[in-house]
C-alpha cells in the first residue's frame, strides 16, 4: 500500500477532494465514506468546478442502520456537505435504505451495486483497523458471494450494511483517509501487509493509498 502524509487535516482534506474531483470529471462511479472524517472534503469537493455531475454516480460503503435524516446517517451527512450542493440527478445517487430490515436493505443493495466496479472508493480507518463496517473478527470479511450485507458493529450505533471485500477488490482505485494521532498505530499495522485483525488491511495493496497527516504517520 501506498502512504501519502499531508501537514495537517485540512491538507489532507483538500487531497482528498482533488482526488475525487479528479476521477468525477471522468465520470464513473465512487462510493463515500461515512462518519465525521469526510466531511470537509465533501465541502471542498462540492465546490470544485468542471464536472458533469449526470455522469458521475455516488455509492456508499457502508451505513448505519437508521432513517437518512438521522444525526448518525452517514447519508444525511454526505447530503449537508455534498449531495445537496451539486445538480447531480436523483437516480445517480444510490442511497443504502438504513431504516428498512437490514438484511432485506442488505440485500437491495449487493443487487443494485451488482457488477459495478466502483473508480474511486473513499474509505476511512477506525484506531481498530476497521474500514467501511467491516470490523475485526467479522463474519462479514470472510463474504465472497455477496456485495453487501448486514453487520453488527463493535461500536454504536451497532446495527450496519457494508459494502463486503469483494467490491472493493474490483475498485479501480482507493483513497483510506485516516488523519489524526489516533490512526498512527493502526495505519502502522495495515501498512505491515495482510493481517485479519486489521480489516484495513485486506484490501488491494496494489490499488490502496492511505491519506493521513503528519499527527497519524506511524
Known amino acids: 500500500m501506498q502512504l501519502t502524509v499531508a501537514a495537517d487535516p485540512e491538507e489532507a482534506a483538500v ?11 471522468t465520470g464513473g462511479s465512487i462510493s463515500l465514506a461515512g462518519s465525521n472524517t ?3 472534503a465533501y465541502e471542498l469537493f462540492a465546490a470544485e468546478a468542471a464536472i458533469d455531475w449526470s455522469q458521475v454516480h455516488l455509492w456508499f460503503g457502508d451505513e448505519r442502520c437508521v432513517p437518512p435524516d438521522d444525526p448518525d446517517s452517514n447519508y444525511r451527512m454526505a447530503y449537508e456537505t455534498l449531495i445537496s450542493r451539486i445538480d447531480i440527478p436523483d ?5 443504502i435504505r438504513g431504516e428498512d430490515d437490514p ?4 440485500a437491495a443493495y449487493a443487487a443494485e451495486i451488482d457488477g459495478v466496479a466502483l473508480d474511486l472508493a473513499l474509505l476511512g480507518l477506525g484506531p481498530d483497523g476497521h474500514t467501511a463496517s467491516l470490523f475485526p473478527e467479522s463474519p462479514a470479511l470472510d463474504v465472497r458471494d455477496r456485495a453487501a450485507v448486514a453487520v453488527t458493529a463493535s461500536k454504536p450505533p451497532p446495527r450496519r450494511i457494508t459494502l463486503t471485500l469483494p467490491v472493493f477488490e474490483r475498485a479501480v482505485s482507493i483513497l483510506v483517509l485516516a488523519p489524526g494521532a489516533s490512526k498512527a498505530e493502526a495505519i502502522g499495522a495495515v ?3 495482510a493481517d485479519p485483525r486489521y480489516p484495513a488491511s485486506l484490501l488491494p495493496a ?10 497519524g504517520a506511524p
Open 15 to 25: 487531497r482528498a477532494a482533488t482526488a475525487l474531483a479528479a476521477v468525477a470529471r
Open 38 to 40: 469526510p466531511r470537509r
Open 91 to 95: 437516480r445517480n445517487v444510490h442511497r
Open 103 to 106: 438484511e432485506a436493505a442488505a
Open 191 to 193: 501498512l505491515r501487509g
Open 206 to 215: 496494489d490499488r490502496t493509498t492511505i491519506l493521513t497527516d503528519e499527527a
